[in-house]
């Protein structure tokens, strides 16, 4: 895959969280153009810095995809918020590269007077997001009765003195809240982004770990990542597929279900078998998926991700593809989905055995519907694939009992 530019790990992962909620996405795009803005005045930080600190403001309440007040945002903001902040402290601490800041979201809702004495680097963050993210909030309830002057009567106790002078020659400097409500600030956030820089290592940590968070609404879906991931690069590597190919497939298998996250859990975790119209509706999941990765993946990617439904005589979707159509890539994801499918858990049933999914896979290779080859390879390294499966697996779970033990752990000292 050609470079995935450190700017498209941002839109990626605000777009497939805007998928889950636009809700919580909204408001945090909002609040990191606020804090970006204060930042500028405060003129301590380089750009790229600035740009990171935008970028954690925009998943500031992504804590809350595992909380039990998804529905309710003035909930988990304002009468019961240390969940949330210990959720995307700890997204930030073990599935980010942004470890060392992680405390900015655990005590981002702590009032001012409450902060922990010890001096910590990013205090001036925390102090600037607490303001930021309050005035969107506000702003936003209160409409046309919205004074960003509100929370003066806080200064000192609930909010910092400094951040909130820092939001005032912000507003008097930027126009920020009148660029909030046109829509200009997208442009200036867009520019903003231009700035940060991760390495490669650090994309793919952060690719990761939206996995992970994905998985706080639908496990189903993170583990159908975990194992297709998997037995397509197994299956990649038995056919000696390019270094570059290798890390196609990767990026394909990874992402291949991200238009998932826009189709209600009804649907999704269905326990019965859908509707025609339902069914219709979970399909639609790979044009969603398009949206959302054109543009940041490369075009390689993308046409791999596209085509994991299709099929070799036509009878797939959302193209009705044709095997002549079709790269090997293509045909290894389409094969690995498959296996995945039969082979994980569903609300409905449990996983298929063995020599059933066998049968299967000799049947769709006999139809001409999936490729005999890779049909092949998969068949003969079954078992091997499949324990690398439960390997994979087994680390996932260990770190959602890490996230939850931690969580627990965290709880206690906070309160």
Known sequence: ?????????????????????????????????????????????????????????????????????????????????????????????????????????LYHHTDFNQLPKKDYEFNDIIDCLNVAEKMDLYSNILGSNFDYQMLQKQSGIKYSPKALELLYQAEKKYSVFSKLSSGEYKKELD???????????????????????????SEYTMFDTVTCSHIASSIGEKLSISKDEEDDLFYAALFHDAGMCAISREIVEAPRKLSDEEMATLRKHVEIGEEILKGRLDDSVLEIIMAHHERGDGSGYPNKLKDYQMNVLQRILQVADTITGLTSPRSYREPKPKELVLNILREEAEKGRLNKEIVRVAVTYYDSIMEGVKVKSDEMLTMYRKLQSNYEITYKQMK
Do not use: W
């Open 1 to 105: 895959m050609k470079l995935l530019h450190s700017k498209d790990i941002y839109y990626i992962v605000r777009d497939v969280f805007k998928c889950l909620d636009p809700k919580v996405m909204n408001h945090g795009t909002r609040t990191s153009y606020i804090l970006y803005k204060m930042l500028q005045v405060m003129d301590k930080y380089e750009m790229y810095e600035v740009a990171e600190f935008a970028f954690i403001a925009t998943m500031h309440d992504i804590g809350a995809f595992r909380t039990n007040y998804m529905q309710d945002q003035l909930q988990y903001e304002t009468k019961d918020y240390m969940p949330h902040s210990i959720y995307g402290y700890l997204f930030l601490l073990y599935l980010t590269p942004f470890k060392d800041r992680a405390k900015i979201l």
């Open 191 to 217: 520019e903003l982004y231009e700035y940060l820089i991760f390495t490669n290592e650090e994309k793919k940590e952060m690719l990761l770990g939206l996995m992970y968070c994905v998985g706080f609404r």
